[in-house]
């Protein structure tokens, strides 16, 4: 993601993208300076970043990157039926990759999904066409 990302000051740096919180583009996102991993780039509000105000610095996107970033979601559904052909149908016509598919059991059924997608927007507008599907509880974030 070195291409993806532009760190303040560092022209040749490592760069990756912190697995606790993945970050897609447009996420408003910080560095953390890593002993001998170069900088892991995190949601400013990632969780693991706080009460630390040393090693970080300053990051953007390049906003000409189209490397496809992944996502965690977790899809809380009532279980009344096996709805995972309306969940990839929404997938394919959001142009959003999934990658995995496993079953959970929450008071009914739920899913935990990991995706590819572009960017925040494109993140988001998956989510939505989730949360209007009439067996959809609920859509979250898995962080």
Avoid at 6 to 26: N, R, T, W
Avoid at 46 to 65: A, H, M, P, Q, Y
Avoid at 66 to 80: A, R, W
Avoid at 115 to 129: A, Q, R
Wanted: glycine share 6%; aromatic share 6%.
């Amino acid at each position: 993601y070195k291409k993806d990302i532009i760190v303040d000051g560092c022209d040749d740096i490592l760069v990756s993208l912190a697995e606790c919180c993945h970050p897609v583009k447009g996420d408003e996102i910080i560095g953390y300076i890593t002993k001998g991993n170069g900088v892991s780039i995190h949601k400013r509000s990632c969780i693991n970043l706080k009460g630390i105000d040393t090693r970080l610095i300053n990051v953007s996107w390049n906003e000409s990157s189209e490397s496809d970033y992944i996502s965690k979601l977790k899809v809380y559904t009532d279980g009344m039926n096996d709805n995972l052909l309306s969940i990839v149908t929404s997938a394919s016509m959001k142009n959003v990759i999934i990658s995995s598919i496993n079953e959970f059991n929450s008071n009914g059924k739920g899913y935990n999904i990991i995706i590819k997608v572009k960017d925040k927007n494109n993140l988001e507008n998956f989510k939505e066409s989730l949360r209007i599907l009439p067996f959809v509880i609920k859509v979250e974030l898995d962080n």
